[in-house]
């Protein structure tokens, strides 16, 4: 008889998966995809889409209609707890969600908590990815009024390619703005000198400037206050801090790894539950956690799309074995990216731009 798989979250683990869903369904299997969007945002191309390199849709996969064409039920809600005795999903309506088989690609959060009480105008978190969309939106109705202030708190990667994408959002459109990063101890303490000269050297040319050895305690309405006492006026805000996976797991007493992704195995299934698995910055591989970033989550696609076969109708499982390093390349929005591995360092030409 069919069981039921239930996808949570149609995130970049998920999408060999949902292409392929047909499959599933034609061994007799009921498959749900339950997502707190219709849409799926590609976050590499997220800051060109704020700066408008990318137009919405082709950032985008419609994964509301890639499961119904595919005979799955969609379901727009977010999971906000697990009970995995019961093998049930708990959605924000309260509606419970029965399943066989489930699998977590919910993503990360920004921990805006700790930064702002509640929801505040023109201060956007850079996930989720759509957020950048509305944000160019609300910037490009207040260009053309006033020099308008930015402040980015981040100087991670996600920071770095949000001040870029910005000063071209403004230079496109002939207005006039302060664009300052707010990089904390270090702008990208975690990388070799030279990605950090490179990326000092083109904000020095283009204006944008950046604050260290500072961090920023708390947001309020147009003002984000430093801890060296002083303030930073602003129009708008990005929270470009570190992500962490979202609490459910942890919150439904799920094994789970130091930062609260969902502990699985090399077969990426929960390591108390076999009927369980997940991919994608949910996740926590045990025994070597991974950095939270797309990439992994990409080449975990065909290791899910068999993997949930086999816990659907049992047979051998395949292995996900990550690769040692991974290559990053910054979007400057200035038609130029900078490139970085481990092994190496250089500039590159943008070919798409
Ligand atoms: C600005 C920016 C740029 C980046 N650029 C790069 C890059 O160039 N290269 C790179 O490798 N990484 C990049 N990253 C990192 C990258 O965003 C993540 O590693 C990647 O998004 C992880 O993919 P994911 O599928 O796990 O999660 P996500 O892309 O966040 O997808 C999660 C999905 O789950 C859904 N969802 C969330 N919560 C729930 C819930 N409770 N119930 C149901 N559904 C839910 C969401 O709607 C979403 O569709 C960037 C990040 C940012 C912020």
């Not at 020099?147 to 496109?172: M, Q, Y």
């Not at 147009?222 to 797991?249: E, N, Q, R, W, Y």
């Not at 993997?307 to 292995?319: D, K, R, S, Y």
Request: hydrophobic letters at 40%; a positive charge; glycine letters at 12%.
């Amino acid at each position: 008889m069919g069981k039921h798989l239930v996808f949570v979250g149609g995130g970049h683990a998920h999408l060999a998966a949902l292409l392929h869903l047909d499959r599933y369904v034609q061994r007799g299997h009921q498959v749900t995809l339950i997502s707190s969007s219709a849409y799926h945002y590609y976050s590499g191309m997220g800051p060109g889409m704020l700066s408008g390199i990318y137009r919405p849709q082709e950032v985008r996969f419609h994964v509301k209609k890639l499961t119904q064409d595919r005979g799955g039920l969609f379901v727009e809600d977010r999971v906000v707890k697990i009970d995995p005795l019961n093998r049930s999903l708990i959605l924000s309506t309260g509606e419970q969600v029965p399943y066989d088989v489930v699998s977590f690609n919910t993503g990360s959060e920004i921990p805006v908590a700790s930064l702002i009480a509640g929801p505040l105008e023109n201060v956007f978190p850079v996930k989720p990815v759509v957020n950048l969309f509305q944000a160019r939106h609300s910037i490009l109705k207040a260009l053309p009024q006033n020099k308008l202030k930015f402040a980015i708190v981040g100087g991670g990667p996600a920071g770095v390619e949000i001040a870029s994408n910005l000063w071209r959002l403004i230079a496109e459109n002939n207005g006039k703005a302060q664009i300052t990063l707010i990089g904390g101890k270090r702008l990208l303490g975690d990388f070799p000198e030279k990605v950090r000269t490179l990326v000092l050297k083109s904000f020095t040319k283009r204006g944008i400037e950046v604050i260290e050895g500072i961090y920023v305690k708390r947001i309020q309405k147009g003002t984000v206050v430093l801890s060296d006492v002083k303030s930073l006026a602003f129009d708008f805000a990005f929270i470009a801090m570190g992500i962490k996976p979202l609490p459910i797991f942890r919150d439904s007493g799920l094994p789970t790894g130091e930062d609260g992704g969902l502990l699985v195995n090399s077969y990426l299934q929960s390591v108390a539950h076999p009927g369980m698995l997940g991919g994608g910055d949910c996740i926590s591989l045990s025994g070597r956690p991974l950095a939270k970033v797309g990439v992994y989550a990409v080449r975990q696609n065909p290791i899910l799309l068999h993997n949930l076969l086999a816990a659907l109708e049992g047979g051998g499982m395949q292995t996900f074995q990550p690769q040692k390093d991974y290559m990053l390349i910054f979007n400057m929005g200035d038609g130029r990216g900078i490139l970085w591995k481990k092994t190496g360092y250089g500039m590159a030409g943008f070919l798409s731009f």
